[in-house]
């Protein structure tokens, strides 16, 4: 018998909720039932215009066709295959068809399920490539404060949100960080990338005085950082941390979990901004979100320092039982032909100046204290209530809801990132209904 999927379940308490205010939500459930391209339905029936693709992942939209019978077809056809040590031709297909998009510089895929084990795997093959090198003493880590790199130990000893840390314990040694490049004083109302700033890069040369280059094995830095609420790379500053990283022989990890298949309007952020990165991490768009997927992207360099000792033998002790598999491995190969067929990425490069300006249009709004945007980004950030952080910006998010619109918060920032077949029209509703949402809140 079919599962109703239709009904609310009649208990909410067994399912502790990720990243949630968990009795709040359970007071007051917003659930969603169904989705098609731009929209949710929610279980009292109604349309929800999708702000956030879902949690910046389902560039393509909601329930493709393609994509949906690429996965239908392929768990009738090899639902499984073992990842070690025995391959399907689907996840090599695969490789090839995201190094046709990648950055020239990039040769190799290594497959996740997730941001957060891409994250942490490309800072383990960067030790290990070091170590493989007879670099051994390259074991330190930075990151960025504000970074956010998914949720493993990995992750947040590299990130720099605070609440993702301080409860569990004392993460990583060996990890420091980059100031972040938040500068609202400076950057105010900045229509896409700020001017000032990338001088900030230069504390890598204090860093790395400080410790010795010698113990630096990578740098890794989201080229715009989402979750922490859209911080933007000032002009120059990503290429001044590759200036430096390559000058001292540390690799450079671009996390581009959220900026990957074409978020700017670009396949990647590298390309977006002419950086080439030792690494990369993507995950979320590279199924639109359908089937959980991550990946590591390699230079020849990287990769080919293991490809050493007798042949028989493993070369990187790592990986999950369900990298490559063979229903994710189709969703993308899906995916990826939708984004090419109906000219997504460009879509997204054509939109992304009328999306600035609406989002702009929300200057002098109730509340609103700075406006970002770079692609199809935007952040919108509110003055917080005093001594009640985040309460407003948490209010917003449910007051849109039950008008219709998916938006995302983080601190008292709005971030929103619509599927990239967003039209324009649903551009102006998403941001005339955020206005009206704003001006009527306490
Ligand atoms: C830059 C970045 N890295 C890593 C992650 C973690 O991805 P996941 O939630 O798939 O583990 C995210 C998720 O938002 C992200 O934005």
Redo the contacts with the bound molecule.
Sequence with gaps: MALDRNVSPNDLNAFWMPFTANRQFKKAPRMLVSARDMHYTSADGRQILDGTAG???CNAGHCRPKITQAIQQQAGELDYAPAFQIGHPLAFELANRILDIAPDNMAHVFYT???????DTALKIALAYHRARGDGTRTRLIGRER??????FG?ISV?GIVNNRRFFGSLLAGVDHLPHTHLPDRNGYVKGQPEHGADLADELERIVALHGADTIAAVIV?PV???TGVILPPKGYLQRLREITRKHGILLIF?????GFGRLGAPFAAQYFGVQPDLI?C??GLTSGVI?M?AVLATAEVHDAFMTGPEHMIELFHGYTYSGSPIASAAAIATLETYREEGLFERCAEIAPYWQEALHSLRGTRHVIDIRNLGLIGAVELEPIAGEPTKRAFSAFVKAFEKGILIRTTGDIIALSPPLIIERDQVDHLIGTLKEVLEALD
């Design positions: 949690l910046w992942c399920n997730s941001g957060s084990e891409a994250v970074g956010y790199h998914g949720v493993g992750g990130g989201e950082a989402g979750s996390d581009e979990v959220i900026t991490t995950a979320k959980p991550g």
